[in-house]
């Protein structure tokens, strides 16, 4: 597409129905340029955008919706992370970024004497993450960090702002084109090197950047959990997420939603067979898949099993004063609101993100109404209080604003990781492993580390979880280069992994590692005059880059130790 054929829109149209209207004409573009564009705000954008303007480089960020933050704030999800997470494993930003949002507990909140003396201060609680927090602490603590970069000019923030289309010649991007949707204006981004942040690789169709959706078949990638064939369209269930507090004298039942009935009879069809009704008290075991009975009570009592209520709960009331009035908040990120009918990437996407956000209002309605007690004569509990305020959507849906996303379009990379690379049983066959200690692969051109369970959700093609044991696993640069074309990278959960090892390569640390390691690629990359292929090519700029990477604080390797933990 190119600017001459850059057509009108109304700031209301969704991008699956844009695709098709390339060839209306129109002009009046305003044109911005900067030596890198980063589409996407979320966590990895964030992180590049700091990598590349420490060293230098003029950067537009743009972001579609009203947070910066992606995953950890517009999505509502608090970090999951490894147990290593305070030392090693990320980057130094990653963690200043954690530091910090301590910090902005600390100067702002009426903590406990206790609590705010405690160094892994944990402002929910949650049992999920070391550090379970409210959306709006992180979307604070982001601003901050990019706060003096803002004020020079260095990077500029474009938001709202939704990519439609791009300028391509040959292997090279020159421009991307979109709309500023709140004032309704064209704009035409142009730079030497653009990154694609978003949530669901929505740059790689505009650009003509080669990608693949869903599963892989295992004659592709010979992983052991793979399908026999390829399933483009099996993607993992995404999420609305949803924050709620109780008040136990209060009635705060929503409006019965109008699909209840059909969400509060739906039993999944999944293979192996789920137990019973989604909207319920048991699910299954995301390892051995069997039945397991979770418990739920917002009043504090002791539940058996899992505490639905601590799990995910970005707000814990004993870390404050008494005469705060703070109160406990749970976030909403479970099997119940799993959206798995339909994927984000589809032409009916827009359809998809609606029913799952009814599905979470059904959720919420149920626990109000009919949700079963630990004691058996009552059901529901009718002090559940939806917290939109805490997610910026309180005059809206009152939900997350945008969904938890765990699958992307992925690059077709000049390297793949695959489950053999990472995954313990598969790696363990591979190396003729019976026993003893073994480690991931080890990449030569490593640029971050990571670590996480292969955990993957039910997925749109009807798999219940996949979730395996994986080894604390390595990025490798190659994974971050497209087949073909030069200046266009990815900095989100659109790298060079597989339907399988994307479940351990998509969770904040690691994208946020991504992201900065992109960062710095462009600004090697741009001192150097050399290609992102020619970096990883060369022995010697290759080590420069690691070099650069490792004085900026990225973690390249894992200590020995660690390397051989089966998570």
């Known amino acids: 597409m190119n600017r001459r054929a850059f057509l009108s829109l109304s700031a209301v149209t969704p991008l699956a129905h844009l695709l098709p209207a390339y060839g209306r004409a129109a002009d009046g573009a305003r044109e911005l340029k900067a030596d890198v564009v980063i589409v996407g705000a979320g966590v990895g954008g964030v992180a590049c955008a700091l990598a590349a303007a420490r060293n230098g480089l003029s950067v537009i960020l743009t972001e579609e919706v009203d947070w910066i933050g992606g995953q950890l ?73 990019l706060a003096p970069h803002l004020t020079t000019g260095r990077v500029k923030l474009v938001q709202p702002f939704r990519a439609v289309g791009a300028e391509t010649d040959g292997d090279t991007v020159s421009a991307v084109l979109g709309l500023d949707t709140r004032r309704r204006t064209k704009l035409a981004l142009v730079a030497q090197y653009f990154v694609d942040a978003t949530e669901l690789g929505d740059l790689l169709p505009l650009a003509k950047v080669e990608y693949v959706t869903g599963a892989e078949g295992q004659r592709d990638t010979r992983e052991p959990h793979a399908p026999d064939v390829a399933k483009p369209d099996n993607h993992q269930a995404f999420t609305v997420c949803f924050a ?126 009919e949700a079963p007690h630990p004691n058996a004569r009552k059901e529901g509990w009718k002090g559940l209080r939806l917290r939109g305020d805490l997610c910026g959507t309180e005059d809206t849906h009152g939900l997350a604003m945008a969904p938890y996303v765990r699958e992307s379009r992925r ?106 390691a ?21 022995a010697k700029l290759l080590a420069d880059y690691q070099a650069q990477l490792a004085k900026a604080g990225s973690d390249l390797t894992w200590p020995n130790e660690i390397a051989t933990s089966v998570r």
């Open 244 to 369: 709620m507090d109780y008040e136990k004298d209060k009635d705060h039942t929503i409006e019965k939603p109008e699909f209840y009935k059909q969400w509060r009879d739906y039993a999944p069809k999944l293979e192996p067979a789920w137990p019973g009704k989604l909207l319920s008290w048991e699910m299954s075991d995301p390892i051995t898949l069997k039945p397991r009975a979770v418990g739920f009570d917002p009043t504090g009592a002791a539940v058996k099993g899992l505490n639905l209520w601590t799990y995910r709960r970005i707000v814990a009331k004993s870390n404050f004063t008494t005469d705060s009035g703070v109160s406990d908040v749970c976030l909403v990120n479970w099997p119940q609101n799993d959206y798995w009918l339909g994927t984000l990437t589809a032409r009916d996407a827009t359809d998809h993100e609606a029913a799952a956000r009814e599905l979470s209002r059904c959720l919420l309605y149920w626990m109000q109404t």
């Open 518 to 538: 992109v960062g710095e690629l462009v600004a090697f990359c741009t001192a150097k005059k050399r290609a992102p292929r020619q970096v990883r090519k060369d």
């Open 73 to 145: 704030t517009a999505q509502a999800v608090p970090p999951d992370e490894h147990p290593w997470i305070n030392e090693r494993g990320s980057t130094k930003t990653y963690r200043a970024f954690r530091t910090r949002v301590r910090d902005f507990y600390r100067r702002n909140y009426p903590l406990t004497d206790l609590a705010a003396k405690d160094p892994d201060l944990n402002p929910g609680r949650g049992n999920v993450s070391r550090l379970c927090h409210e959306p709006r602490a992180a979307l604070a603590v982001l601003l901050e960090m």
């Open 411 to 516: 690059i077709k990379a000049v390297f793949t990781v695959t489950e053999n690379h990472v995954g313990v049983d598969a790696r363990a066959k591979m190396l003729g492993k019976r026993g003893g200690e073994f480690a991931a692969e080890d990449f030569k051109d490593t640029v971050g580390t990571g670590s996480y369970r292969i955990d993957l959700h039910p997925s749109s093609g009807g798999d219940n979880y996949i979730d395996v044991s994986s080894l604390p696993f390595q990025i490798p640069l190659g994974a971050l280069i497209p087949e073909r074309v030069e200046n266009l990278l990815p900095a989100c959960k659109n790298i060079g992994t597989t339907h399988i090892t994307n479940g351990c390569y998509r969770l904040h640390p690691v994208e946020w590692s991504v992201g900065e």
